[in-house]
């Protein structure tokens, strides 16, 4: 491993069913997020942890949860998907508030 | 509110210079970032700007101004490769991103 790897690459799935998306850093970044990626809104913050054992909620939230059990893995769950989170899943990590962030290669979602 | 403005899309012409604007209102300012993006792949580190003034890093240099919230990233000598969504992202007063929706910029021989 080395940066960010995220799993599966891609999915469909069909709505109602549960999913968890993987995420896992080998650098040792405190903080960790869950990014959205559609097309002409740009990226929007899903949740996020600045360290192991917290999480907190971003710009759009609902239908997702997240855990930070340790301070690799940051898997995000859809607990009974919709045709809405249909869209591009990208995790992140940054070891401080200005270094910026590094991305994993994301996670197309389809969901039908 | 949270905003952060940049074109939705450019074109320009190999070996010429291009510049991409993005103006910002934001709860706070902890630096302003450039982030390149190719088509099916993950955004990649670009620039950071914390202070006003330009800072050049090879054919690629960013602007800040603080006081008229606006950055340009500065393209020049652009290749085909340069074909991409450029992001301007600012870092609010929590420290979060706040991301603009990106321009697509498409180089034409």
Request: aromatic share 10%.
């Amino acid at each position: 491993i080395a940066g960010i790897t995220q799993a599966p690459t891609s999915q469909i799935l069909a709505a109602g069913r549960r999913m968890t998306l993987r995420c896992t850093q080998d650098m040792r970044h405190n903080a960790m997020y869950w990014y959205r990626q559609d097309l002409g809104l740009g990226l929007r913050l899903i949740h996020y942890s600045n360290t192991a054992g917290t999480t907190g909620k971003g710009e759009v939230p609902d239908g997702y949860s997240v855990s930070r059990a340790n301070t690799d893995d940051f898997p995000l769950t859809l607990a009974s998907a919709v045709p809405s989170q249909t869209s591009v899943y990208f995790c992140a990590s940054s070891d401080s508030g200005t270094s910026g962030y590094t991305f994993g290669s994301g996670t197309r979602l389809t969901v039908v | 509110g949270q905003n952060i403005d940049q074109p939705t899309e450019m074109t320009a012409t190999e070996g010429a210079i291009v510049q991409i604007n993005c103006t910002y209102q934001t709860s706070g300012f902890n630096g302003l970032f450039w982030y390149q993006q190719h088509a099916g792949e993950a955004p990649t580190f670009l620039s950071y700007n914390v202070l006003d003034g330009l800072e050049e890093k090879g054919r690629f240099s960013s602007f800040l101004s603080r006081s008229k919230g606006y950055s340009y990233l500065l393209l020049k000598e652009l290749q085909m490769k340069d074909s991409a969504s450029y992001l301007c992202a600012v870092m609010d007063s929590n420290y979060q991103l706040i991301w603009g929706a990106g321009t697509k910029l498409i180089i034409k021989p």
